[in-house]
């Protein structure tokens, strides 16, 4: 008998995994730049796609996409920066990051050193 070659069986614990058809890659970059710079990205068969660049200074730019189930391009655009941090946006609806809210605990059985870390805290 034949096995079906979309079918592996997983030899550790029995399970049938199904897989998928790979996706052509149609086009591809990846350049890397002696100064810190970068762009990279590809372009797929199926519509996916994503594409990056950082400067020598820091910020990073991107955007990726898909094609939904029902046809529809589903695009995100981001950027990054010190002053902004991670910026997205996702088809057309800029989205707010996490605001970050600095605390300071003290540690009183060390010779009072400070300890301090961030945590997230949702902004919406």
Same mark, same amino acid.
Request: proline share 4%; net charge negative.
């Given at each position: 008998?034949?096995?079906?070659?979309r079918f592996i069986q997983n030899i550790?614990?029995?399970?049938?995994?199904?897989?998928?058809?790979?996706?052509?890659?149609?086009?591809?970059?990846?350049?890397?730049?002696?100064?810190? #710079?970068?762009? !990279? %990205? /590809?372009?797929?068969?199926?519509?996916?796609?994503?594409?990056?660049?950082?400067? *020598?200074?820091? &910020?990073? #730019?991107?955007? !990726? %996409? /898909?094609?939904?189930?029902?046809g529809n391009l589903k695009e995100t655009?981001?950027? *990054?920066?010190? &002053?902004?941090?991670?910026?997205?946006?996702?088809?057309?609806?800029?989205?707010?990051?996490?605001?970050?809210?600095?605390?300071?605990?003290?540690?009183?059985?060390?010779?009072?050193?400070?300890?301090?870390?961030?945590?997230?805290?949702?902004?919406?």
């Amino acid at each position: 008998s034949r096995i079906d070659p979309r079918f592996i069986q997983n030899i550790f614990s029995n399970e049938i995994l199904q897989t998928t058809t790979p996706v052509p890659i149609l086009k591809y970059i990846n350049q890397h730049n002696n100064d810190g #710079s970068y762009t !990279y %990205g /590809y372009q797929s068969a199926d519509g996916s796609y994503k594409l990056e660049t950082r400067l *020598a200074t820091g &910020e990073v #730019s991107g955007k !990726y %996409g /898909y094609i939904d189930s029902e046809g529809n391009l589903k695009e995100t655009v981001y950027g *990054a920066d010190e &002053e902004h941090g991670f910026v997205p946006v996702l088809d057309g609806v800029q989205l707010s990051a996490p605001s970050v809210e600095k605390t300071v605990n003290f540690d009183v059985t060390s010779s009072n050193s400070i300890v301090s870390s961030s945590r997230s805290v949702d902004s919406s």
